[in-house]
């Protein structure tokens, strides 16, 4: 799933429920107020063109004359009709059993460590999801939803609760719903997801910290498996060339980059778009990683609001990270360009707050240090790179 389809759209939504009626963006607003919110449903029409219009023209949706229970509602279909829930399909069977199976005072813990397991996007968008939950049942007197009401109504969307898996036969489907009652380990999943849920959101606060144990259990973990960050002398050295310094590893990514660009994304599976706008990813299997989670994101449209090329390669290069490549034309001079990325990012990017060049390493290279707003409830991001 992509980062930036999953979190964007559903921190939109929740930001919406908070924020609808109020164009200051104060805390005393109207959406979490709704006696029923997430409980009562949304009107099927209206929530319809809601979607349609967050799919079409994502940015330029106006929530403030909309119904509560209609964004409310949206928010449960998409988290419903994504490919694989946010638990992921890997680990939403780890969290059920931690509710079915750990002792409740491991359990804080157990969840803690799980979470560290999701990828980035998941793991975000989970933060958010429960802060904003949590902000819901801070006026339960008003809304009359507890953690408890609220996880019945939302832990089916989350996990996935009650789908048929894929790999389920005909026969065990037909014996499943043969006797017309409810199978006994659907309904103990259904608790414990309930169960867990309603204690993630209590737990919200805590829930995202690494615990201390953990911590000192890994301090050393990169030296005892001999990883080090390379210094910029030992970047030339993964070359082959003899003599190669990290000028000489730069030269070579550049020129990578170059004759990709030659080739127009040769290689590249390209993806459904709108606003003239040509999406792909590279079918790659990453290290340690399975094929399957090339997989897009489904329920809503991948858009961009410019006419640019974004993509997305699985690199089997050994880093964990995803690597995503976007290319835009620009009616102006490259170096009008290459100026207005380095040196004016904080003129079009409102999240760009702090930057410094650490140090000029000669005239074309440079030690640069930024720091990235987030949304809350996520602390911003320092980042340090060599340009």
Not at 180 to 196: C, M, S, T, V, Y
Not at 231 to 259: D, P, R, V, W
Not at 362 to 369: H, K, L, N, P
């Given at each position: 799933m992509a980062t930036v389809h999953l979190s964007s759209h559903s921190g939109r939504f929740y930001l919406a429920l908070q924020k609808r009626a109020n164009p200051c963006g104060l805390a005393d607003t109207y959406g979490l107020f709704q006696v029923g919110l997430f409980r009562k449903s949304g009107v099927k029409s209206r929530i319809h063109a809601l979607r349609q219009m967050n799919e079409s023209f994502p940015?330029?949706?106006?929530?403030?004359?909309?119904?509560?229970?209609?964004?409310?509602?949206?928010?449960?279909?998409?988290?419903?009709?994504?490919?694989?829930?946010?638990?992921?399909?890997?680990?939403?069977?780890?969290?059920?059993?931690?509710?079915?199976?750990v002792p409740k005072e491991q359990r804080l813990q157990a969840v803690q460590a799980?979470?560290?397991?999701?990828?980035?996007?998941?793991?975000e968008v989970l933060q958010?999801?429960?802060?904003f939950l949590n902000d819901v049942v801070n006026l339960v007197e008003e809304n009359q939803m507890t953690p408890m009401n609220l996880a019945v109504c939302l832990a089916p969307s989350l996990f996935h609760l009650n789908l048929l898996k894929k790999e389920s036969s005909p026969r065990?489907?037909?014996?499943?719903?043969?006797?017309?009652?409810?199978?006994?380990?659907?309904?103990?999943?259904?608790?414990?997801?309930?169960?867990?849920?309603?204690?993630m959101i209590m737990e919200c606060d805590r829930l995202f910290e690494v615990p201390h144990e953990l911590v000192a259990q890994s301090r050393n973990s990169?030296?005892?498996?001999?990883?080090?960050?390379?210094?910029?002398?030992?970047?030339?050295?993964?070359?082959?060339?003899?003599?190669?310094?990290?000028?000489?590893?730069?030269?070579?990514?550049?020129?990578?980059?170059?004759?990709?660009?030659?080739?127009?994304?040769?290689?590249?599976?390209?993806?459904?778009?709108?606003?003239?706008?040509?999406?792909?990813?590279?079918?790659?299997?990453?290290v340690g990683k399975p094929e399957a989670q090339t997989e897009t994101v489904g329920p809503i449209s991948q858009t961009a609001s410019s006419p640019s090329d974004?993509?997305?390669?699985?690199?089997?290069?050994?880093?964990?990270?995803?690597?995503?490549?976007a290319s835009v034309e620009v009616e102006a001079p490259p170096s009008v360009v290459l100026n207005r990325v380095l040196r004016e990012r904080h003129?079009?990017?409102e999240d760009f707050v702090q930057w410094k060049v650490v140090e000029s390493?000669?005239?074309?290279?440079?030690?640069?240090?930024y720091v990235l707003n987030s949304m809350a409830p996520h602390p911003s991001r320092d980042f340090v790179v060599l340009r």
């Open positions: 940015e330029n949706v106006s929530y403030e004359d909309q119904s509560a229970y209609d964004v409310a509602d949206m928010v449960k279909q998409f988290f419903r009709d994504l490919p694989e829930p946010l638990f992921t399909n890997k680990l939403s069977e780890t969290f059920l059993h931690i509710y079915q199976y799980t979470i560290l397991l999701l990828a980035d996007e998941n793991r958010t999801l429960l802060c065990v489907i037909q014996k499943k719903y043969a006797t017309g009652k409810p199978d006994q380990k659907d309904l103990n999943e259904n608790l414990a997801a309930a169960q867990g849920l309603a204690h990169y030296v005892e498996a001999e990883i080090h960050v390379p210094t910029l002398k030992e970047l030339g050295t993964q070359l082959e060339e003899s003599g190669a310094t990290f000028h000489t590893y730069l030269n070579h990514l550049i020129q990578g980059l170059q004759k990709e660009a030659k080739e127009k994304f040769k290689g590249w599976v390209t993806c459904s778009s709108t606003d003239n706008t040509d999406l792909a990813f590279k079918k790659q299997s990453m974004v993509v997305f390669p699985k690199v089997g290069d050994g880093n964990p990270l995803k690597l995503w490549k003129l079009w990017d390493l000669d005239r074309q290279t440079e030690i640069y240090q």
